[in-house]
């Protein structure tokens, strides 16, 4: 079966500091392959997405992805956090039958000062 | 343009209830799909659908149903409830597969 992976439960950073958020993935064709953050209590944002053409995307709010195909991965980086990123992130992808997409359990980003 | 509508917002079930979620969306979509977000364990998708008159199994669809009468419209049912259906469900809504979701503001449930 299809899946998307975050290894990383929980992360904190300094305000000012880089970040990567880590996603991994198991497809046999190349996947489409999305960022979702879900700030408090407050609705899922689309943050970028990948389905083909140049494998470094640009998103909202500074962040960007790179898709690795030898790595299986599609990492989220942003080069300097803001207070304001605190929120839990999704790494979504395709379900097995390829009509609907799933998503990572997430990663809980803090910020600290 | 209202976009994404669930009903209701709050609702509290007894073990053994049954209840129906309405989600409704006004951007001619044709795919709907159903979520649960419980802590720890991301969005797990229950059902979905790909267009009016279908439906589809997602990754934990036993305990509940759904039905794609009409193409704005996507509902789940809970046909007995159980404590471990307490979540918050969150419906969406895409053109394809491959192009942006937009979700309602979610149902808060629980069950006791």
């Known amino acids: 079966a299809q899946s998307v992976t975050q290894p990383d439960i929980h992360i904190t950073v300094s305000e000012g500091a880089s970040l990567e958020l880590r996603c991994n993935y198991s497809y046999g064709a190349t996947p489409y392959l999305f960022w979702y953050v879900q700030s408090p209590g407050q609705g899922l944002q689309l943050l970028l997405k990948?389905?083909?053409?140049?494998?470094l995307v640009q998103g909202i709010k500074g962040f960007e992805a790179e898709f690795k195909r030898s790595q299986s991965s599609f990492n989220l980086r942003k080069p300097s956090v803001h207070w304001s990123d605190a929120a839990e992130y999704f790494c979504?992808?395709?379900?097995?039958?390829?009509?609907?997409?799933?998503f990572g359990k997430g990663t809980t980003l803090s910020v600290s000062s | 343009n209202a976009g994404v509508t669930q009903t209701p917002k709050f609702r509290v079930l007894k073990t053994g209830q049954s209840m129906t979620l309405l989600c409704a969306q006004d951007?001619?979509?044709?795919?709907m799909y159903w979520y649960r977000q419980d802590p720890g364990l991301g969005l797990r998708l229950i059902h979905y659908?790909?267009?009016?008159?279908?439906?589809a199994k997602g990754e934990v669809p036993d305990g509940y149903n759904v039905s794609r009468l009409k193409k704005q419209n996507f509902l789940l049912g809970l046909e007995s409830a159980a404590p471990s259906q307490t979540s918050v469900y969150f419906c969406?809504?895409?053109?394809?597969?491959?192009?942006?979701?937009?979700f309602g503001s979610g149902t808060q449930l629980s069950v006791l």
């Open positions: 990948y389905f083909s053409g140049d494998t």
């Open positions: 969406a809504s895409s053109d394809r597969v491959n192009e942006k979701l937009f």
């Open positions: 979504v992808g395709l379900h097995q039958a390829g009509t609907a997409l799933i």
């Open positions: 951007m001619n979509h044709e795919y």
């Open positions: 659908s790909v267009g009016e008159g279908t439906t």
